[in-house]
């Protein structure tokens, strides 16, 4: 059985940083491509990064760069959002989520097969 875990969300001030973890389990880890997303109340979930299965490829979405880096680790299968200068518009429940053969689609959440079950992730002003 597949399982992503996410942890390290919470409440923190504008300018704060926290660092998310997603811990998976049940599933060859390096052979994936990791992504993460969020969602607030009453919007679709939006692509936030990803990151190929070697770790050699980034992506991230235009209003997170410079603030928000996606690495990993496949020796302990996880993968990590270090998000910094945050701001009240970065709250979201935050998704790891894990997909194969994603091309230039790593962008599309429905191209991943399996997800988490999100963090919450609160920025005060």
């Known amino acids: 059985q597949v399982q992503l875990v996410e942890s390290g969300g919470g409440l923190v001030q504008a300018g704060g940083s926290l660092r998310l973890s997603c811990a998976a389990s049940g599933l060859t880890f390096s052979r994936y491509t990791m992504g993460w997303f969020r969602q607030t109340p009453g919007k679709e979930r939006e692509f936030v990064a990803a990151?190929?299965?070697?770790?050699?490829?980034?992506y991230n979405r235009d209003s997170v760069k410079g603030r928000f880096s996606i690495s990993r680790e496949n020796t302990n299968k996880s993968v990590y959002l270090q998000m910094n200068i945050l701001s009240p518009d970065d709250t979201a429940v935050y998704y790891c989520?894990?997909?194969?053969?994603?091309?230039?689609?790593?962008?599309?959440?429905?191209?991943?097969?399996?997800w988490g079950q999100g963090t919450q992730v609160t920025v005060s002003s």
């Open positions: 990151i190929s299965w070697v770790g050699r490829i980034t």
């Open positions: 989520a894990a997909g194969t053969e994603l091309g230039a689609d790593v962008a599309l959440e429905k191209r991943y097969t399996y």
